[in-house]
């Protein structure tokens, strides 16, 4: 099931309140090791929904709970992570299914610094303990042919931000609730 959550290290505490000020509802698991959310799906405006609709939840409370926030979707064609930063601003990762690295070793020399240069970059904004590791999150194919799923890739990424797992293949906009009876509901006040 694609996935449309997003994930943060600071402890719910710090997180409802930065919430009740969003204009999104939607389930909180509460961690120990961080904050897992499913935010309530966009609902279209002029027939679509917008980039921004998309990522606005997410962003908001990082400004808001002064902490990143990690979206993560889930779709056909690969993984889409936005991390939103606590001043501001964002930074989008991909990894397609489809992926596979140039063969020429100069191209892929080229390839791998440029990726591990930006995942530093983000890794270092976002405050994590080890910046470099976030370019260890890839999915080059296996001699055998086998790859790192979706789902293991975001279960990576959460064991390396420091947030739960639980919300890996859940998406309010395709099921009624969150699977797990962990989760809280909160509602949005708006501003």
Request: hydrophobic fraction near 40%; aromatic fraction near 8%.
């Amino acid at each position: 099931m694609p996935t449309y959550a997003a994930i943060t290290s600071a402890p719910a505490d710090r997180v409802l309140p930065a919430l009740a000020r969003g204009k999104r509802g939607g389930y909180l698991y509460a961690g120990p090791e961080g904050t897992g959310l499913l935010f309530d799906p966009p609902k279209p405006r002029f027939g679509r929904i917008s980039r921004s609709r998309i990522m606005d939840p997410a962003w908001s409370l990082a400004v808001e709970s002064k902490t990143a926030v990690w979206l993560l979707e889930d779709a056909e064609w690969g993984l889409c992570v936005t991390v939103c930063f606590p001043g501001g601003g964002y930074e989008t990762l991909g990894w397609a299914r489809d992926w596979t690295p140039p063969a020429d070793p100069a191209e892929y020399a080229a390839h791998r610094a440029g990726w591990d240069a930006s995942c530093g970059k983000i890794g270092t904004k976002a405050g994590l303990a080890d910046p470099a590791a976030l370019s260890g999150l890839r999915n080059d194919p296996a001699p055998d042919g086998g790859r790192t799923s979706s789902e293991e890739l975001m279960g990576r990424l959460c064991e390396l931000v420091g947030a739960p797992a639980v919300v890996i293949g859940q998406s309010l906009g395709l099921q009624a609730g969150p699977a797990g009876r962990d989760f809280v509901r909160f509602e949005a006040k708006g501003r």
